[in-house]
């Protein structure tokens, strides 16, 4: 269901009614085409209508509006170019509350013809309680993604729910984060905090102790990939730490989840990466615990409140059961 709202109103003056957005498509009409005759055709008017709507523009204002140059066609007079600026701001701030109120009621009639009830889809970054908590409820398809990942596809329409964490206390102001925590036409849960840390080969043979020991000793490092929650925490670390991926040698591997992470360096291919406690010992891994993040669950708002914490009770039931959640 789409839902489009347009701005409409008028301005009272002189005991006349200007039409709001008209007036405004008039103006910009001049502004862009350089001329009234260019304008009436952009318009789908006539000359005449067109220097008709502009007379009674200037008699119910007051003050000319529109100047003819000889030889080089019309152009609004800085009292019509101040007017047709305050009119385009007010124009622009209204769209912004336009459009969030378009995703607003769409989200509300969405709920009101019932697709709260079916089946969902949820793209969701990696994490093994959450994928063992969603098998358990049923009725949802799982799709795999980085924290951004998972949110471009809520963001387009592709599925109905997101999975995704950020590593810090608060998202950025202004990052995709912060946007979708303030979005009115979702639903959005702090569902389980978790550790994590450095996943180590057992027996920590490189004694690795900090975030910096990374870049000594030939470790090879297994990251994530680009727009994981876990990758975005781990280059924020680096960054306190005053160290870049280059000096890290394995940076440029990535694996797209905790569970691949812990797999290679099981396996010796690697020596070192960034998961959760409870992944490294699934593997038996050696583990540097660097801190806690929350994870967070977004659905579209048809989906409700209701089911919405159901599905995150059971969430929380299996994470308390874990070691590194809470």
């Known amino acids: 269901m789409k839902v489009g709202l347009i701005l409409d109103g008028t301005i009272a003056a002189a005991g006349r009614q200007l039409a709001f957005a008209p007036t405004l498509a008039l103006l910009d009409a001049v502004a862009t085409e350089g001329s009234l005759q260019g304008a009436a055709a952009r318009l789908d008017l006539s000359y005449r209508s067109a220097w008709g709507r502009f007379q009674i523009l200037e008699d119910t204002l007051g003050q000319p509006v529109i100047r003819k140059t000889k030889g080089h066609g019309s152009v609004l007079t800085p009292f019509g170019a101040a007017f047709h600026q305050a009119l385009g701001d007010a124009s622009r701030a209204s769209g912004e509350i336009i459009d969030r109120e378009e995703k607003r ?5 969405a709920g009101l013809i019932g697709r709260a009830t079916g089946p969902l889809t949820f793209a969701v970054s990696h994490d093994s309680v959450l994928l063992d908590a969603l098998r358990e409820i049923g009725g949802i398809a799982v799709t795999i993604a980085g924290s951004m990942d998972a949110l471009s596809q809520l963001k387009a329409g592709r599925a109905d729910g997101a999975g995704f964490h950020f590593g810090a206390a608060t998202p950025d102001p202004g990052s995709v984060f912060a946007d979708i925590l303030a979005d009115p036409a979702l639903l959005t849960r702090p569902i389980l905090r978790r550790e994590q840390g450095l996943m180590l080969q057992r027996g920590n043979p490189f004694a690795v102790s900090a975030i910096t020991d990374l870049t000594t000793g030939g470790i090879r ?20 730490a005053g160290i870049g991926g280059g000096d890290i040698r394995g940076y440029e591997t990535e694996e797209f989840t905790h569970q691949a992470v812990a797999a290679l360096i099981a396996s010796g291919a690697a020596d070192v990466g960034m998961g959760t406690r409870a992944i490294a010992e699934r593997f038996a891994l050696d583990y540097l615990p660097l801190g806690e993040e929350t994870y967070f669950l977004a659905v579209r708002a048809f989906v409700g409140g209701e089911r919405l914490d159901a599905i995150a009770a059971t969430i929380r039931r299996r994470a308390e059961a874990t070691p590194g959640y809470a």
Do not use: M
């Open 105 to 109: 009621l769409e989200a509300t009639l």
């Open 221 to 240: 490092f297994v990251n994530r990939q680009l727009g994981a929650g876990t990758r975005i925490w781990f280059d924020r670390l680096c960054a306190e």
